[in-house]
């Protein structure tokens, strides 16, 4: 029989070697110094092999308690391999008991965990807070059992009733990917969210976004906005939006290091050139062509942006987002809190956030044309990111009008923000 102290001495060779024991133990010593307990043993004329763990997690005094137990299974007849599958079968049935008992929320939670360090913070933010209000009311509770197509279905046509069709659908693909995520770790055997989506409303065809296209009507958006009691955040982030004609994500996302050069107290000395810079990565969240995806966007700043921003500061400074969210301040803006706001004053069918887009580039061109500034259709283009297929082209492009958007951004600026209070003064406003 082997020692402990053989068995610590043993160190690898040219080739795998056993040192037997007794009962017909042994150990296997792999030429890589992997040292593991092995066992010979006949069954029905068939040799087999038991393998009992590596040295020393399993001890000599361990293994030869393993072999014992094996032998006493050979002398009932029982293989002692198939004695382990029953217990691994066993523990199982075990853990699939535990899983039928767990929530889709706490399964939901653990898949959001998992996949939100490759989303960017806005989009994360969305999905978990899309569940929180839709999702998780009716479903939270429930275990994954207790789960079907209709329970399912009947929780999005909720939000089908309310006219949110595109958001019913996404949260179908979340919730079906929840479920496959409970069916590759064993808590789930079906998708119920999967048979549902045929089910649904269909999509209605995508037309133009409701957008005021008129200079003077365009104001009147913002004057109804800002005298409203909303939240000082949510105004600041509208009148931004307007400012920039960004996409309406690329403001609630953005975060304090996004800007370049820009003059946080009022009193430099020199000119300033301030800019937003905006990554590739939070460019990809919201882009819908291909070829955009590939570059940053740079967005340069009207004194004006620059005076929201500075008011901004001193609401949310402290943190990381510009514009958080009026519970937590580590999400962002809810992504309805601009076009909700837009609804409550009026404008709701005739403007959206995304309308600030083609208010932008309606009129900017149409100025353009009565100046006979043809060429700057192109530089309104980059301001909006649509890109030119050649992309070394897009690339030198945007270096290239630098300049020339910088100025049309003020004279957009100058034009938009005429009679506004200033962006100190929304700060007073209490939110209703």
Partial sequence: M????????AKPRDKAYKMADSGGLYLYVAKTGLRSWRMKFQFQNKEKLLTFGPYPEVSITAARDKRDEARRLLRENIDPSGARQRARAEKEE?????????????VARDWHALQSPRWAPVHAADVITSMERDVFPDLGKLTLREIEPPTVLATLRKVEARNAIETARRLRQRISAVFAYA???????????????RALKPLPKKGKQPAIVKLDQVRKVLVAAEGSGASPVTKLASRLLALTGVRPAVVRGVTWDEFEDVDWTGEAIGPRRPIWRIPAARMKL???RKDEEAFEHIVPLSWQAVEVLRETRRLSGRGKLVFPGHRHAHRPLSENAIGYLYNR??????????????????????RAERA???????????????MPKDKVEAAYNRAAYLTRRRELAQEWADMLIVDLMPPADLLLRIEE
């Fill in 2 to 9: 082997l020692t402990d102290a053989q068995v610590r001495a």
């Fill in 94 to 106: 075990i853990r699939v008991a535990k899983a039928k008992e767990m929530t889709f929320e706490k």
């Fill in 183 to 197: 069916m590759s770790e064993g808590f789930a055997a079906t998708d119920p969210a999967a048979v549902v989506m």
């Fill in 286 to 288: 919201v882009l819908d």
């Fill in 345 to 366: 004053v009026g404008f709701h069918g005739r403007h959206v956030p995304h309308g600030w887009r083609a208010a932008f580039s309606t009129i900017m061109n149409e």
């Fill in 372 to 386: 006979g500034s043809r060429h700057d259709r192109a530089v309104i283009d980059l301001m909006l990111a649509h």
